[in-house]
């Protein structure tokens, strides 16, 4: 059992930056992968970034420059530094585990809201 609990949403004006903080809990395996997702109203949910254990990272092209994902391992947490945020960043944002097998496990999600 993994659970995953996020922070660090809410309101910021363009421009602006948040930081996402997931902790998680339970059967972690430093292996795997940990991810940011995002969801829009409307639309699909998506990919945003991705560290793998090696300390490898996938950015989404929108947000490359702007956003960087990191992990402490010692202590299962992944954060997401975002600055220069824009509107269409706005989105309810879900830390994800992703396990070598198995299906992904996910956070409740936190609301973004970018707007002046």
């Known amino acids: 059992q993994v659970q995953l609990v996020e922070s660090g949403g809410g309101l910021v004006q363009p421009g602006g930056s948040l930081r996402l903080s997931c902790a998680a809990s339970?059967?972690?395996?430093?292996?795997?992968?940990m991810a940011w997702y995002r969801q829009a109203p409307g639309k699909e949910r998506e990919l945003v970034a991705r560290?793998?254990?090696?300390?490898?990272?996938y950015y989404v092209d929108t947000v490359k420059g702007r956003f960087t994902i990191s992990r402490d391992s010692a202590k299962n947490t992944v954060s997401l530094q975002m600055s220069s945020l824009k509107p269409e960043d706005t989105a309810v944002y879900y830390c994800?585990?992703?396990?070598?097998?198995?299906?992904?496990?996910w956070g409740q999600g936190t609301q973004v809201t970018v707007s002046s």
């Open positions: 339970g059967s972690i395996f430093s292996i795997s992968a």
């Open positions: 994800a585990y992703e396990p070598i097998r198995g299906p992904l496990y």
């Open positions: 560290i793998n254990s090696g300390g490898f990272t």
